[in-house]
C-alpha cells in the first residue's frame, strides 16, 4: 500500500563499543512490517497514525546495542528495513515518542518505560504511544521477514462542553491519581500525579472539546477530574470522581452543557476507539462550587492524595491510595465519606486504633509547610499527630515536640490545622517527612475525620 508520504528511510544506528566493524556485507537483514491491528482499515499506518519511530536493539546481556530512529516523511512504504551483525537480540519498537524524557530502558529487567513529561509538579498530557517487542537471530548474510502489530498504551478522556456563558472563562481540567509512567505488560503499582490541560477555546456557539490522552487506570475510581474555571472573576472547583476505567484503545466521553449561569449537568459515556459506547454516570458542577485559591495550587503540594479521594476499596482492609498503615494501630479502620468534609467530595474518618501515614521525599535544609486539618466532633475521640523527619532506616528527633506532642487531643470546633503559621526545615539525614495521625479509643459511629492534607516545599 502506498504512503502518504514519500522520501528515503532515515535509519540512525549507533554501533555502541563495536572498535573494529564488520564489512556492511557481513550483518543480516531484517525486513519488518509495521502492521496495527487497532487501527481501522484503510488508513496509513505511517503519517496519520505514527509519525516516528524507536527501535531498541537489545542483545542477550540486556544491553542496548543499536539505536534505530524512523520519521514517517521519509517512510515511503509500511515495511522498514535494516542491517544487524549476527546474533541473537530483542527488539523494543517505541511509536510516537517524540523526546528522549518520554521513555527509558531499564536494563536489569529487560524493560521500557513510557513516561508523561513533567511541568513542575504537574504533568503533560501523554503522547498517543504505540509499542511492540519481539525476538530475533540475526544470522550472517541472510534475510530475515517479520511482522509487529503495534499496541496503543494510552487512553483518551474527551470532555465536551456546550453553551458556555460569557461569565465563565479560563476553564482547565487536572486529572488527579493518574499513572504518569507505563511498562507495557506490567502490572506493578504505577507511580501517581496530574495531569492539567486548558480546555480548547470555545467556538461562536459556546462549544468546546477537549481531549487528554493518559495512560490507563489499572483500577475502577482511581482517578478524579477536577474542573477549573473563572465565574464573574471568582475561581470555582470541582472535584469528580471518574466511575469508569480509562482503558488503553479507548475514549472516556464526558459532554456537560450548562443551563443557569454556572449550573452545568455532565454525563460519561465510556467507547473504544471504534465508538462502541458503554453506560456511565452524571454529577453536577454549580455556582456553590468551593473557591479555588491559586496560591494553593497542587503543584506545590508534595503530598500524594491528601484529599482522601481516590480508595482502593479491594484492600483489605480498605484504605485511601498512597497511605499506609501503621502496625502498631490494631484496627486499621479508614473510611471514606462524603459527610464532614473540608474540601472535594470525600474526607477520610479514622476510628478505634488506628494510625495512617505517608512518607514523602524531601530535601535536607529546605523549608516545608505541613498542613494538617482534623476534625473530632466527639470529645470521646482520643487522637493525635505522630509526625517525624525519617533518614533511610529511622526517626530523626528534629522537631518532636511539635510534630508529636506528649499530649493527646480530643473535640474540636469543626476542622482545625494544629500545625498553622509554622514551617519546618528539613534536617541533615532526612529523606522523607512522614506525615502520620494516629487515634485511639473511639465510641461507635464516632472517630477522627481528615481532609485537605498537605506537604508544600516553599
Known sequence: MKSLYRGVIVLCLLTGCQKDPLPQSENGEVKVQVTSSQVKSGIPIWGS??????????????????????????????????????????????ANATEQTEWSYNQTEGSIKMKLKSSGALYEEASDFFTDSMEINVIEEESLSETIDLQREVSTLLIKLEDIPIEISQIRFRISGTPVEKIPGSTS????????????KANESGASETRIKTFPTPETGRDTLSVIYSYNGVSRIKVIPLTEKLLANSITQISGRFTQGSLMTFSITHQSWSEEIFNGGTFDLQERDPEFEEEENISTNLLQNGGFEIWDQSATPP?????????????KNATSVTENTLDGLHAVLLSGKTYLYQDVPVTPGKTYRITIHANSPSANTKWRMYSSWRSSTAKLTQDENT????????????????????????????????????????????????????????
Do not use: C
Request: hydrophobic content about 35%.
Open 319 to 331: 484504605i485511601p491510595y498512597n497511605w499506609k498503615y501503621d502496625s502498631g494501630g490494631t484496627d
Open 49 to 94: 497514525t505514527i509519525t516516528s519511530m524507536k527501535i531498541l536493539v537489545v542483545n542477550e546481556d540486556q544491553v542496548i546495542r543499536d539505536t534505530i530512529s524512523i520519521e514517517a516523511q521519509t517512510q515511503t512504504e509500511e515495511n522498514i528495513s535494516f542491517r544487524l551483525f549476527p546474533g541473537h537480540y530483542k527488539l523494543f519498537f517505541i
Open 403 to 458: 510534630l508529636q506532642p506528649s499530649t493527646f487531643s480530643y473535640g474540636t470546633p469543626g476542622y482545625i490545622n494544629p500545625l498553622e503559621g509554622k514551617t519546618f526545615v528539613a534536617p541533615e539525614g532526612a529523606k522523607y517527612f512522614r506525615i502520620e495521625v494516629r487515634t485511639y479509643e473511639t465510641e461507635t459511629g464516632e472517630g477522627l475525620f481528615l481532609d485537605n492534607l498537605s506537604v508544600e516545599e516553599l
Open 189 to 200: 503499582q504505577p507511580t501517581l500525579g496530574t495531569i492539567q490541560k486548558f480546555a480548547t
